[in-house]
Nanobody, 120 residues
């Protein structure tokens, strides 16, 4: 297991921006897939964006064109730049890591979550 710690959440007005960061206590492996999830009250946790070790990224439809995931392997950090925020983006955002182990990706850690609140 890898301990992940998020930061950067907060309160922002509609149309504003935030950047979330997630660091790993023991570092990320070059095989790790990193992702951001979010969970709003009463909803299931959902994938927001993911990025492979090679830098290929994938986004959920509601955030395409507004959010950007990136990683800095030297700093053992993954980021989520969130622009043009909407009230429906309000949620707790979680960092997640999966590692390639013997033929598949397996979960290796979740962060504690950081609250993002977008006011209308």
């Amino acid at each position: 297991q890898v301990q992940l710690v998020e930061s950067g959440g907060g309160l922002v007005q509609t149309g504003g921006s935030l950047r979330l960061s997630c660091g790993a206590s023991t570092g990320f492996s070059s095989n790790d897939m990193l992702a951001w999830y979010r969970q709003a009250p009463g909803n299931e946790r959902e994938l927001v964006a993911s990025i492979t070790s090679g830098g290929a990224s994938n986004y959920a439809d509601p955030v395409k064109g507004r959010f950007t995931i990136s990683r800095d392997n030297a700093k053992n950090t993954v980021y989520l730049q969130m622009n043009s925020l909407k009230p429906e983006d309000t949620a707790v955002y979680y960092c997640h890591a999966k590692r390639w182990l013997g033929g598949g990706y397996f979960p290796i850690g979740w962060g504690q979550g950081t609250q993002v609140t977008v006011s209308s």
